[in-house]
């Protein structure tokens, strides 16, 4: 499948080098929203909030959808930003042009998003620990998640990117659709408080399986079956990547 | 190279841009080692060419072959054939020019060491390296051109593609252009120029091709061509422009 590793570890790089290089617009600003997530929810309102039925703390109960919610926002916005700009300057051409495979130009681009997603998490768990004892009840299964939903968001990132004709349209999906559904997917309340109607609704959101598959592997708490959440992001990590693939292929916005 | 002796193969090219037709039945061939001009009036269909041939563009019917490579089917290997100088300066932005060159060089699978050795030999060839370590924004118009060869040639393509590459520049780095393009053909690299500079393409090309409304009108050697009128003469006949 990589018959260029040169060529698609040298894209990596760069867009690994690029977020890196502007850290105080792409790694601080969720951590620090996270701070003051964490101090009004978890320290000023959680202690009156009963979750006695989880055996968990507000705080520890939102820390994973706080994860996840920065995991999403800054994988897809990497992408996003990277392919929608090199789409605007057409320095596109120069990926274009090269010998890399649709396969490997995707995979180059990935890197950055998944390497950005993947660094606030973790940021987002180190700075929870000044509010909270630390805590991780399946690293493994962590790691995982966390690599999905940054493969996932990664992805739509750049299907984003590819579909937008100027800057509105670029944060459209990620306003409208992806954080609405991510605030109802779980990450402030667990599901069983909600009516009967709102709770089927919720099953139907995507968000649901990635909140609760990162809250089971911090906390050892979910909602819903831990192998639903690890099928269903796989499946989907597997279908977004492939699809970017293919609109790479046929040129989707890419070749006149 | 599964075809060494014909660079560049075009069959029966048909390309829309919805309901325009940029290129109608286009075929012609390019020899190995060969300088060809492609020539033709402002939207006859050179740069859609190129694109095609670069694999920037799709095409509705027709093959493109690079050294016998199908560009749709084997791109990956057509592309590392091929070094295109476009018309316009689409760097990337957050890179200086040195980094920019090793990135691209990279991409071809071209290890980091030997791609910054390389990529300071074509600045200092170009007279760039005083400006190794700025961004293009701080290039003036003639830097940028120069630079744009530069990357169309970080990876030592087999064949040079050349969209008005001297377009907008003064005598000085006109003739280092044409010098360096004369070397390089010189060595055996096939050079495809598009230009509107008539004495350019006569002075420089050994073959020449002229489309026009997306139809080859005229092609072959230069002196079959031109059989002693000028250049610009033979291309105001055939395509009825000055």
Not at chain 1, 63 to 80: A, D, F, V, W
Not at chain 1, 127 to 148: E, K
Not at chain 1, 234 to 242: K, T
Request: charged letters at 15%; a neutral charge; hydrophobic letters at 45%.
């Amino acid at each position: 499948m990589i018959n260029n590793p040169i060529g698609t570890l040298s894209l990596s790089k760069r867009e690994i080098l690029r977020f890196v290089s502007v850290a105080n617009q792409t790694i601080f600003p969720p951590l620090v929203s996270s701070v003051l997530f964490m101090y009004i929810f978890g320290v000023a309102i959680g202690s009156r909030v009963d979750l006695s039925s989880t055996g968990l703390s507000y705080l520890q109960f939102i820390l994973p959808g706080l994860m996840t919610i920065h995991l999403i926002s800054s994988s897809y916005e990497n992408t996003s930003s990277s392919l929608f700009i090199a789409r605007w300057h057409n320095h596109i051409q120069e990926v274009l042009l090269s010998p890399l495979s649709y396969f490997e130009m995707v995979l180059g681009l990935l890197a950055g998003g998944v390497m950005r997603g993947f660094v606030v998490a973790v940021g987002v768990f180190l700075i929870s620990c000044l509010f909270t004892p630390p805590q991780i009840f399946h690293p493994i299964l962590l790691f995982y998640f966390v690599i999905m939903i940054a493969v996932i968001f990664s992805c739509a990132g750049m299907m984003g990117a590819l579909w937008a004709e100027d800057f509105g349209m670029l944060s459209m999906w990620n306003i409208y659709v992806i954080m609405p559904l991510v605030f109802l997917g779980g990450v402030f309340y667990p599901v069983d408080l909600l009516p009967p109607a709102l709770k089927l609704a919720t099953a139907f959101n995507p968000m649901y399986y990635f909140v609760n598959g990162l809250r089971y592997s911090v906390t050892g708490v979910s909602d819903v079956s831990i192998y639903t959440c690890v099928a269903f992001s796989f499946i989907m990590a597997v279908c977004f990547f492939f699809a970017t693939v293919y609109l790479f292929k046929i040129g989707y916005k890419l070749r006149t | 190279m599964r075809n060494s002796e014909i660079a560049i193969s075009i069959k029966n090219l048909t390309k829309f841009y919805g309901k325009f037709q940029a290129l109608d039945n286009v075929c012609f061939e390019v020899k190995r080692g060969d300088f060809f001009a492609f020539l033709g009036p402002n939207g006859a269909g050179k740069t859609t060419t190129i694109n095609v041939i670069t694999g920037l563009s799709n095409y509705q019917s027709g093959d493109v072959k690079i050294f016998g490579f199908d560009t749709t089917r084997e791109y990956t290997q057509t592309r590392s054939l091929v070094g295109l100088c476009a018309q316009e300066f689409n760097f990337d932005p957050f890179l200086t020019i040195h980094q920019l060159l090793v990135y691209q060089a990279g991409y071809f699978g071209i290890t980091p060491w030997i791609a910054s050795r390389r990529a300071d030999e074509l600045l200092d060839r170009f007279q760039l390296m005083e400006k190794r370590n700025s961004k293009h924004r701080a290039l003036s118009g003639g830097m940028k051109k120069r630079l744009l060869l530069c990357r169309a040639l970080i990876h030592d393509p087999e064949i040079l593609i050349l969209d008005e590459p001297t377009a907008g520049c003064d005598l000085e780095l006109k003739f280092l252009i044409w010098d360096y393009l004369a070397q390089l053909n010189k060595e055996g690299k096939t050079v495809f120029l598009t230009t509107h500079y008539m004495e350019e393409a006569e002075k420089l090309c050994k073959t020449i091709g002229i489309i026009n409304r997306g139809h080859i009108v005229r092609i072959g050697d230069k002196k079959e061509v031109l059989q002693d009128k000028s250049l610009e003469d033979v291309f105001i006949e055939v395509t009825g422009q000055e």
